[in-house]
């Protein structure tokens, strides 16, 4: 059984065309339900994209804080927030719900247009298919650069029990805008680290035991722009990044990401640290693993500068370090597809502890 | 202003993956609206893949002939066959429409499910944007690799005018299941033909003026994929070529193929030469325009043993050359891609008359 996969329905790529949301969102207002509701990233609050938002009368704009990963209790409240100016316009459902930022902001946009037409909490729903109405028309608006949260059909979500995403065709975005000169205000070391999610995830694919040849296209296509960028700074490296992260995220249909991914879960569950981080703090230790990988991710980090956060996890208690352990040894498929069908043999708890103890 | 792609909205892709098709059209069949309509390529008569078709009681298999290039009097009479059918059967629409083989096959089951919901002929709509009504649910299986006509938005018709696409939203496929293992049996030089048609495509769109990084990276990973299979032949070809088929349908978002296809167009419409084919004749006389295509287009050549047709316009009259650089001229977005904004000043009729008496 092979994935019927997905797809965005539309997607615009090109310098500048973010000016082009208006008209495309107009298609989809109608007379009796006109309404689009924005949420947008806040560190945006006192950019000039602020002012280039086709706001129309009635539409509601909710500056979203992802300083933290998105919660599913943060989901119910932005829910709840959209219901109650709903109520006091039209009260209707909005014609549709805009996600613009990075891979947090546009995950909690997902969350909210499946919320919508959805009964109860947003935790009740992390797993797989579990959505039963589709969503709202949705559509997202990058301004960094990842693992392609823009084309996936999950929301990663942090509930009180796990981080698990909400996995869906109806979470798949019904448009996507690709303006690569969004992401040029991006600023160092995110943009690093956003960027290295994306080449890790390429690395863990590629190197995986389920990749398949649609996959294995799209993730060398990613890991030779990723190269180009990190390594050679071309003039159109927001270009070349923006497509990475799309061409990385389509690389996910027929393959999965490994270690890196799994003990960088613990670190989030556990110590908070956001997604793109965890992932290069992670990776930086893991050359038994993926050698070449590491090696060419160490050259990248040289040339940017960057230094990673160490000593991370010196003071985690002992019932810390064991639940960060749980955490990452859930994620069976990510062990599987790293070290193959045997992988329980291969790795143990103490080898993870570990390697945790390391960071 | 940067065109809004829609994209094919569900995708399978894997060796083997055509036994899900029966579970997929599952999905589509209500219980008011359960035929589908097969249109599959004649040359699977007496086939294996004949007795795999997921036929269900009162749906149509029809046999389509594809040794000319599609006509859109041969779609209004595959359309006529269908609506007595159903007349037949339920009375209505049926609930789906699956094209099986080549691009030719592809393109004329797009155009019958257009068809079926628009009145008049499929002539009175070649062209942008002229359908007002969606189509009915349309599915394809290439058994072919080429251009990817599985992913584009154009079925590419010969009306009693011209040879036009009806280039519409609404002809994009809803489901395309790339199954590699059905491209193997493709005969040589057909499979030769094809795969060119998708090399040649690749070299018309990165020289080209209209490329955008989107289309860039599709295009250089098909590309890459064609070198591949063309002059390394590894185990995996099929599906790589699958993908390189894909991956080229999908560069044509934003750029534009160029002077072979213009060309070639014209040997199409004046001699009834296949475009596959009338491709690989037009670009090994265009070393002046695509010096190191030409060149590597002729190793792949000489490594499959290929011998083109020669001396094609050698009998043609005066007023069939004319007609035929009257064709190639129509079409120019492909000039001025290949040659830039001043193309009517590098490119003159005698230069086309003295390619084609080449050929």
Known sequence: MFRNFKMVSKMVFGRGCFAQLGDILKEQRRADRSVMVFLVDDVHKNKPLKDRLPLEKDDLLIWVNVDDEPKTKYVDQLVGQVRTHMEEKTGDLPAGVIGIGGGSSMDLSKAVALMLTNPGSAADYQGWDLIQNPAVYHAAVPTLSGTGAEVSRTTVLTGPEKKLGINSDHTVFDQIVLDPELIAGAPNPQRFYTGMDCYIHCVESLEGTYLNSFSQAYGEKSMALCQDVFLADPEDADDKLMMASYCGGMSIAYSQVGICHALSYGLAFVLGLHHGIGNSVVFDYLEDYYP?????????????????????TANLSDAQMEKMVDVALVLEPLWENALGNDWKTIITREKIRELYRKM
């Open 292 to 312: 070449q990988g590491v090696r060419e991710f160490r050259q990248m980090m040289e040339r940017h500068r960057i230094d990673l956060p160490r000593n991370l």
